[in-house]
């Protein structure tokens, strides 16, 4: 299946394993996985040419994981993917908070890949303090 739509681009973070090569390639199912881990990655106005790129996941760092939060929450990360993903269909966010006591929230994202009609999943770590890797 031609699935050239999707893109090739660098992949993220970006890597120089060889000089004469240039930087690592990402394309279709994983350059997606690696734009929306951008996407919810970049504050608002972080991106000088593209300064409407962006989410406001960095105003939820020091909230507390009540009911309300996690619904503010899931509207801004529905908001991100739908304005800057349009490759997908967002199908469902969910939360993992095993590990919410030691500052990580487990943000899991399922999807579905527009032109191909496969579905997708990803877990985003969302850091609850600013011990972020």
Not at 105 to 129: C, D, G, H, Q
Request: hydrophobic residues 40%; glycine residues 6%.
């Amino acid at each position: 299946m031609d699935n050239s739509f999707l893109g090739r681009g660098w992949s993220f973070p970006p890597k120089f394993t060889n000089p004469d090569a240039g930087p690592e390639m990402a394309e279709d199912e994983e350059l997606v996985k690696q734009a929306i881990t951008v996407a919810l990655n970049t504050l608002k106005g972080e991106r000088p040419y593209w300064s409407e790129l962006g989410s406001g996941l960095s105003n939820f760092v020091f909230e507390d994981a009540s009911e309300s939060a996690l619904v503010t929450l899931k509207q801004e990360i529905s908001a991100v993917l739908l304005n800057y993903e349009p490759r997908i269909i967002l199908e469902d966010i969910s939360f993992d908070m095993s590990d919410v006591y030691e500052g990580a929230l487990l943000i899991e994202l399922t999807y579905m890949i527009r032109k191909t009609n496969s579905r997708s999943n990803m877990v985003f770590p969302f850091y609850l303090a600013e011990q972020s890797v």
